[in-house]
């Protein structure tokens, strides 16, 4: 599990690494990461879900730290640009000498996290509660409505329609 402050640290040290080889860098971080470091709503999270620019360099500044500080192969999770949406809203986090880090605004995040809705193992639903109380989400239609502004209505799988039913009651 990584910390806020393991994951800042991490970071820096891709910071680094860019400033090294003379890159400069992108970072846009989802999940888990977001919910410790931009809403403060948890501790720790598994990995870091980004996206990432320059690809390549990254992955070998990735693979090199994870070597390095005998972390998971995937401490840096880049899997996450299958929830990615061509409406996404990220907006700067923190800009480093070599690496600009973005972040999923509020709104995103919710509807990342209700399109994800995995099971109780993750924390989807935990995040979920938060961001809901966060932008005051009340009912099915407002979830819905912060939703559909990122995802088409037929993207949602059968279990995201489960659990904001669960959450918010099923009155559409």
């Given at each position: 599990m990584?910390?806020?402050s393991a994951i800042m640290n991490y970071l820096e040290v891709v910071n680094e690494r860019l400033k090294q080889k003379g890159l400069?860098?992108?970072?846009?971080?989802?999940?888990?990461?977001?919910?410790?470091?931009?809403?403060?709503?948890?501790e720790v999270t598994k990995d870091i879900d980004a996206v990432f620019a320059p690809t390549s360099e990254m992955y070998t500044i990735i693979k090199n730290i994870a070597d390095e500080y005998n972390l998971e192969p995937d401490w840096l999770n880049p899997a996450v640009k299958g929830?990615?949406?061509?409406?996404?809203d990220v907006r700067l986090f923190k800009r480093m000498s070599n690496l600009a880090i973005y972040a999923a605004t509020a709104e995103y995040m919710f509807a990342m996290k209700c399109l994800a809705a995995r099971?109780?193992?993750?924390?989807?639903?935990?995040?979920?509660?938060f961001l809901a109380r966060y932008l005051g989400i009340r009912t099915m239609n407002e979830a819905l409505a912060v939703l559909e502004?990122?995802?088409?209505?037929?993207?949602?799988?059968?279990?995201?329609?489960?659990?904001?039913?669960?959450?918010?009651?099923n009155g559409l």
């Open positions: 990584l910390s806020r400069h860098g992108e970072l846009c971080l989802f999940g888990g990461a977001v919910m410790c470091l931009v809403f403060h709503s948890r929830y990615v949406s061509r409406n996404h099971g109780f193992e993750s924390k989807d639903r935990e995040d979920i509660q502004k990122f995802y088409p209505q037929n993207r949602m799988p059968p279990r995201s329609q489960y659990v904001l039913e669960e959450l918010f009651g």
